[in-house]
């Protein structure tokens, strides 16, 4: 992408409206702009971020054996009065009328909706186990919005709902979601961090939470250092097979929420070399909740001996309008955002240091012809503009790897690579460029871990 024909509005000013740096962040390298409080539009730079984490999330969804489909954001009030939850769930639930006086809501959350779809096609324990996704916006009238897209009115959420036979087999189906997360967050360059969590009046306890670390979350936690550093489930996993051992290592550590354990509790039961307390930023939950609504819904199924039961669900968020300022809190300094390859907006930027120069131009085109052609995601700087000011941009915007074109350097056949991460610089022969930046990009995409 040149970036003369790109539209990124980036602010120079601290908005002041922003507490903390991942909002500040975001609306100064221009990834976001607020239309009224808690509503945001995603601007080409950040929509590009939000697209690759969704694409993640989606990768992970099917290897796990999820399947993606697409439900209205609008539910009609007459499905939620079925489950009882219409007149439950509060002021959180906006509330609309359509012109022939009949009531809808703007969904926050859409078991009901997948219990209907489900209960209209679905009548034998032969066509289970069944998981259905969709990422789709939600809406919840917050108290206080804030923090930017961390917590907001309007956000994305990616809900899965598993179908299940009965109780084993459901506890199967939230296995193979537990490990899929593990792997998505991993695949973003975080450490999503699973952590008992609330099973509210239904109790049982199914329940986690998946925490990113940082000192903005608005949860206190209490964790076993080894949760850190574990390596994920590869991609060879056999999300059919048994996942219990995988599921068993994971939750023997200690992790918590302060909603489910005391400071006292979580001393006691780690070594203290281990103990670690922080605050995290919830960016998943996953939930088996049994027949909460499929018995209200009669979303019944036969069984191998003939007898109709309710089915038994779970649900599975990740909302991944939180999930990105949670990579910037994660991942940051004070020049800006240091994206991880994987959800860089781009992963690398060509910078021009002399746009309108002949020789430079042509040199630096016929890189970006070359990179491109590589396959690299790159933003060329070809804007006739200071060098300094594309330097700020390029560390504000977070881009893994600046490409440093002037004419100085090309008298000698020589570019210059900087690390954004580290600040390390490299200088190269021009030629030697394409297959340096692909050496140093590809093996941290990840696609494959
Ligand atoms: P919180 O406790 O932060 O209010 P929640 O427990 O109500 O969240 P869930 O119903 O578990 O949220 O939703 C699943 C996921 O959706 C959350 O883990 C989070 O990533 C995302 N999410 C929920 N509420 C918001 C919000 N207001 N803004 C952005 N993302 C959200
Ligand atoms: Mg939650």
């Not at 009669?298 to 003939?306: F, I, L, P, R, S």
Request: include cysteine; aromatic fraction near 10%; charged fraction near 25%.
């Amino acid at each position: 992408m040149r970036l003369s024909r790109y539209f990124l509005p980036v602010l120079r000013d601290v908005p002041k409206e922003a507490e903390i740096v991942s909002h500040r962040l975001m609306l100064r390298a221009g990834m976001i702009r607020q239309q009224a409080s808690g509503l945001y539009s995603w601007l080409p730079i950040g929509y590009k971020v939000l697209m690759k984490v969704q694409k993640i999330i989606e990768q992970e969804q099917n290897r796990a054996g999820a399947v993606q489909l697409l439900m209205p954001t609008i539910q009609s009030a007459d499905l939620w009065r079925e489950s009882g939850r219409y007149e439950a769930y509060g002021k959180e639930m906006l509330r609309i009328e359509d012109r022939h006086e009949r009531e809808f809501l703007y969904g926050p959350t859409n078991e009901e909706m997948i219990t209907d779809i489900f209960r209209t096609y679905v009548k034998s324990y032969k066509d289970l186990p069944l998981n259905l996704y969709h990422i789709q916006w939600k809406f919840r009238d917050e108290v206080r919005p804030r923090f930017g897209t961390m917590r907001s009115r309007e956000f994305l959420m990616k809900d899965a709902y598993s179908f299940d036979l009965d109780e084993a087999a459901a506890v199967k189906a939230f296995q193979r979601m537990f490990v899929a997360y593990l792997r998505t967050f991993k695949r973003m360059g975080l450490v999503g961090v699973p952590m008992r969590a609330d099973t509210g009046p239904i109790g049982g306890n199914l329940s986690y939470e998946f925490h990113v670390l940082a000192d903005t979350g608005e949860s206190e936690v209490f964790l076993d250092k080894d949760l850190l550093d574990k390596p994920v489930p590869g991609a060879d996993t056999d999300f059919f097979g048994d996942l219990e051992p995988i599921f068993r290592d994971w939750t023997s550590l200690f992790a918590a929420t302060d909603e489910m354990t005391t400071e006292e509790a979580f001393r006691e039961a780690v070594p203290a070399d281990n103990q670690l307390k922080a605050r995290g930023i919830e960016v998943g939950h996953i939930f088996y909740f049994g027949t909460k609504y499929s018995e209200p819904m009669k979303a019944n199924v036969t069984g191998a001996d003939g007898k109709d039961t309710p089915v038994h669900m779970g649900s599975y968020g990740i909302g991944p309008t939180r999930v990105v300022p949670a990579i910037i809190e994660a991942s940051h300094d004070e020049n800006g955002i240091v994206w991880p390859v994987p959800v860089a907006p781009f992963e690398a930027v060509l910078i021009n240091l002399k746009a309108g120069d002949a020789d430079t131009d042509a040199a630096c085109d016929a890189l970006y012809e070359q990179l491109s052609g590589a396959g690299l995601d790159m933003l060329y700087d070809d804007r006739d503009q200071p060098a300094g000011s594309k330097f700020a941009t390029a560390d504000l915007v977070g881009i893994p790897y600046q490409l440093i074109v002037g004419p100085r350097g090309l008298k000698s056949g020589e570019v210059e690579i900087k690390h954004r991460k580290t600040g390390e610089r490299e200088t190269l022969p021009l030629s030697g460029a394409v297959e340096r930046l692909r050496s140093l990009i590809e093996p941290q995409r990840m696609t494959d871990i």
